[in-house]
């Protein structure tokens, strides 16, 4: 029965999961099952694994996993951040820069695939992403809810169909806490963690603020009238998992600064009133963290419990423009924290346009195994400068005169306040 279960799930040359700890041991139980090496199911597997080597002339590495679909989601979102503010006439609208990306992405939407997921919930139709480039079995509401938000924004009527589809599944997927977690629903048994063979302490999928935030911005994008039951209970759900020190924790990115982050640029997305209170102390911890170089850094120790959450060593570009985006999103664009953020940012760009840290940015399992998303320090540096941008200054119609001498608006100092 495991056998049947394994090879059901072996998903050709993408693997097991998609994610190499579960190919690996795929792999292997193939080659313990006596499965010759020349056998397609164990050739492929092998294949699977190949596929995630990086070798270059003197280093080589294994990736975990790939990220197409989140990070071509992510990447639509701070482009289309940046078009918001272009005022030239001629320029094209976002929808049309950002159709290749997301007429990809439509291709790669699931539908009524086998899934794990269906264990949970049998009658609900599916439509959601996966992580990956291929994972039939394990659709991502996390991937699902920002490729939506992205898609969302274009407000372009090719998408309907897709958006409603994705909707629909999200909406179905949420846990009975009002939270949403990345792959299950209601998957809270934690003593299972306790027993001695737990992958790393971490074989649940838990309900998270930070994907519970991205669904809240997506359903209510969507149609915030047909989900208000949904978003009001998640929204009290986020209520209830703020932590003492007014951060959001961050399960699938690092840590409390991604959490915070998350929560209230969905909130603020989504147009959802939250509790003017609660919004007043996620600001105050974000200004209290900011570093004297005016960034934010975060390392993975802050998962640890005697970690201070939110400090580092070092500011890095990507949580300085998640800490940038979640206090423009709470109002705070015209702050000293938020101008000082922005300098921070334009000190540490490279000549070719991009921003470079070498931290991880991203737990796999928390205080066990960590990722680096290497588009993180592109395109949230990005999405957060162009956000600020969009905010301070006002969109100009195009002045019609002839005279050439004539006085032009002039656009407010991004940077006025920061020493």
């Not at 074989?203 to 009238?225: E, M, Q």
């Not at 998640?234 to 932590?243: D, G």
């Not at 974000?286 to 005697?306: A, F, I, P």
């Not at 301070?392 to 656009?411: C, G, M, N, R």
């Amino acid at each position: 029965k495991a056998e049947r279960w394994i090879l059901e799930r072996l998903n050709g040359e993408d693997g097991l999961g998609a994610i190499f700890p579960a190919m690996v041991n795929a792999y292997e139980t193939l080659a313990l099952l006596g499965y010759a090496p020349e056998h397609p199911h164990r050739a492929t597997a092998k294949r699977a694994l190949e596929k995630l080597l990086v070798v270059g002339e003197e280093s080589a590495y294994c990736q975990p996993c790939v990220s197409p679909v989140w990070d071509t989601a992510l990447a639509c979102l701070a482009l289309q951040e940046a078009d918001d503010g272009n005022k030239s006439p001629s320029s094209p609208p976002p929808s049309a820069k950002m159709r290749r990306a997301l007429d990809w992405l439509i291709d790669r939407q699931l539908d009524s695939e086998p899934g794990d997921w269906q264990g949970a919930k049998p009658a609900l139709q599916g439509g959601g992403w996966p992580f990956q480039y291929g994972n039939d079995h394990y659709p991502d509401v996390d991937d699902t809810a920002a490729v939506g938000w992205a898609m969302q924004r274009v407000r372009d009527p090719r998408y309907t169909r897709s958006l409603q589809r994705a909707a629909r599944w999200v909406a179905g997927m949420q846990s009975k806490n009002g939270g949403f977690a990345a792959f299950d629903v209601d998957n809270t048994h934690y003593h299972l963690n306790e027993i001695p063979f737990a992958d790393h302490g971490a074989l649940l999928d838990p309900p998270t603020a930070d994907v519970s935030a991205r669904c809240i911005a997506f359903l209510g994008l969507n149609d915030a009238a047909r989900y208000a039951d949904s978003i009001d209970s998640a929204a009290a759900y986020l209520h209830a998992e703020q932590e003492s020190s007014g951060a959001w924790f961050g399960r699938w990115g690092t840590n409390y600064i991604y959490g915070t982050w998350s929560v209230l640029t969905a909130l603020e997305a989504a147009g959802v009133p939250f509790d003017s209170q609660a919004v007043s102390r996620a600001i105050q911890w974000l200004k209290r963290t900011q570093r004297d170089d005016g960034g934010w850094g975060e390392s993975n120790d802050s998962y640890l419990d005697d970690a201070a959450p939110g400090r580092h060593v070092n500011s890095t570009a990507f949580q300085t423009a998640w800490a940038m985006l979640a206090l423009m999103a709470a109002g705070e664009a015209r702050s000293e924290a938020v101008a000082c953020g922005a300098a921070y940012l334009l000190r540490e760009q490279r000549e070719d346009g991009l921003w470079h840290d070498d931290e991880f940015t991203a737990p796999g399992f928390p205080r066990v195994f960590y990722l680096k998303y290497h588009g993180y320090d592109k395109y949230f540096p990005l999405w957060a400068l162009a956000r600020y941008r969009n905010l301070l200054i006002p969109k100009e119609e195009p002045v019609a005169t002839s005279d050439a001498s004539a006085p032009q608006p002039q656009a407010r100092p991004l940077l006025a306040s920061c020493s």
